[in-house]
């Protein structure tokens, strides 16, 4: 089944404590993405990859990290979350640019206290 | 920021009804998408609408594109109460999906 799958679902964390979201997809899509949503504001862009090795900054980049070594994979990174960072976190991925048919995760409900 | 704004934020009609949801964007786009959400769970894709298309229809979905005045309608047509859902605009440009506010449609039995 063609699937983007994202974990963990839930996840409570304290202050400053490194964390990763991973996301793997397996429609051997190009371009993968990851969003935050949060009441009133719609799904904002995080950071998004073109391809394996290449990342850019989408529009609230700041706190969060990135990689994207495997075609397949492209995980979040939280070095040093902070309450502001609490939000619902969608991966996504889609066939080629940002163009096609964007196909999402399930989403992840970070608590960050 | 492209972000797009969609009207109305919140949108109650009956079962049978049809309705219309309007979004606004501000840059220029290679196509626009629009999407389903049920309640906190991932969005599904509906449709897709290049920018040198101006109607396109899928099922009981109608969305139309006026480039000129930068804005889309998405119009379900005889609602049922499985349409109840959160439905975004999504713009392709710059190597960016950016999505809108979203608007809520709540359909009564």
């Known amino acids: 089944e063609a699937q983007v799958t994202q974990n963990p679902r839930y996840l409570i964390t304290v202050t400053g404590k490194k964390l990763t979201v991973t996301c793997s997809q397996n429609?051997?899509?190009?371009?993968m993405s990851w969003y935050r949503q949060d009441p009133g504001l719609g799904l904002r862009q995080i950071y998004y990859?073109?391809?394996?090795?290449?990342?850019d900054k989408g529009d609230v980049p700041e706190g969060y990290k990135v990689s994207r070594k495997e075609k397949r994979n492209f995980p979040l990174i939280l070095e040093s979350p902070s309450p502001n960072q609490t939000s619902l976190y969608f991966c996504?991925?889609?066939?080629?640019?940002?163009?096609?048919?964007?196909?999402f995760g399930q989403g992840t409900r970070l608590t960050v206290v | 920021s492209q972000q797009g704004e969609e009207d109305p934020q919140a949108l109650s009609i009956q079962e049978g009804e049809n309705a219309t949801m309007n979004c606004s964007y501000k840059t220029s786009i290679n196509n626009l998408q629009w999407y389903r959400q049920n309640s906190g769970r991932g969005l599904v894709h509906l449709i897709l609408i290049r920018s040198n298309e101006r109607e396109k229809h899928s099922g009981r979905l109608r969305v139309t594109l006026d480039t000129s005045k930068k804005s889309s309608s998405l119009l379900i047509t005889a609602s049922r109460a499985a349409d109840t859902a959160s439905y975004f605009c999504?713009?392709?440009?710059?190597?960016?999906?950016?999505f809108g506010t979203g608007t809520r449609l709540t359909i009564i039995p």
């Open positions: 996504a991925s889609s066939f080629h640019r940002e163009s096609t048919e964007a196909f």
């Open positions: 999504a713009m392709s440009g710059n190597e960016k999906l950016t």
């Open positions: 429609m051997n899509h190009e371009y």
């Open positions: 990859s073109m391809n394996v090795e290449v990342t």
